[in-house]
């Protein structure tokens, strides 16, 4: 644990240099070893295999859209997440950190997160421009939400606060 707490202190000295995703990822990748975080190492290598497997689908040889990275990084984390949740549950806690460690070294290549707080504001500003009133709504606002938010909140958490924005 100690050891991913460290590399996750350094990963600030490179973030901050313009490249792609695969680049970081190397450039962690070479951290992490050089550190010997068998978790972040792990997580990292999980993540260039997601990388290469998504390229090869789409015939494309090019780096993915930025677009595409943070799709993709978004469903490393939620698979984590989720995974720990199911192994918290039946009370694997040996099994659940590991997962929410990978899920937190994973979470660094994305963009900061927007608040609880910010994401209401524009669902708020969804709503009224779109003139939803009912549940029946929701698809348009969370289509609207999902525009403005561009991968820098859950879907999980837009959801929840459509919902209880057009329940009302």
């Known amino acids: 644990m100690a050891i ?15 490249m792609s995703l695969s ?9 992490a070893m050089k550190s010997k975080d ?4 792990q997580a990292l290598r999980s993540v260039k295999s997601a990388i290469l497997l998504a390229q090869t689908q789409s015939g494309a040889k090019q780096d993915l859209s930025p677009e595409d990275e943070i799709k ?3 469903k490393l984390v939620k698979q984590r997440k989720d995974s720990a949740a199911i192994f918290s549950t039946q009370g694997r806690a ?24 910010e994401v209401a504001v524009m669902v708020d500003a969804a709503i009224e421009a779109s003139g939803a009133s009912s549940m029946a709504d929701m698809g348009k606002v969370m289509g609207m939400v999902n525009a ?16 209880a924005r057009l329940s009302n």
């Open 4 to 18: 991913v707490l460290n590399f996750l202190s350094s990963w600030s000295n490179f973030t901050s240099i313009p």
């Open 23 to 31: 680049a970081k990822i190397m450039e962690a990748l070479k951290t």
């Open 38 to 41: 068998t978790l972040a190492l």
């Open 72 to 74: 993709l990084l978004q």
């Open 94 to 117: 040996d099994l659940a950190d590991p997962e929410m460690l990978e899920a937190a070294v994973i979470e660094k290549f994305l963009p900061q997160q927007l608040s609880q707080d």
């Open 148 to 163: 403005k938010v561009a991968g820098r909140a859950d879907g999980k958490t837009i959801s929840t606060l459509v919902k």
